[in-house]
């Protein structure tokens, strides 16, 4: 009788160990970076130091060019 005890804990440390792989697997796997989107980073046509556009955050100057010295 005492073998078959011995061997009921067994099986349920060797499932409690399974599960905690599974656990392990799937939190690493959680982790990895997202896929870059299709066509590269940044998107075309986005510069990704000046968010979405190249307008100042004053808009668009008259003259075009470089904003103006201090």
């Known amino acids: 009788m005492s073998i078959l005890v011995i061997l009921f804990g067994l099986i349920v ?27 590269g980073w940044p998107p075309p046509g986005q510069n990704p130091y000046s968010g979405p556009t190249d307008v100042p955050r004053d808009g668009p100057r008259p003259g075009g060019g470089a904003p103006p010295a201090p």
């Open 13 to 39: 440390v060797a499932m409690m160990a399974a599960a905690v792989v599974v656990v392990v697997a799937a939190a690493a796997r959680s982790r990895r970076p997202a896929p870059p989107p299709p066509g």
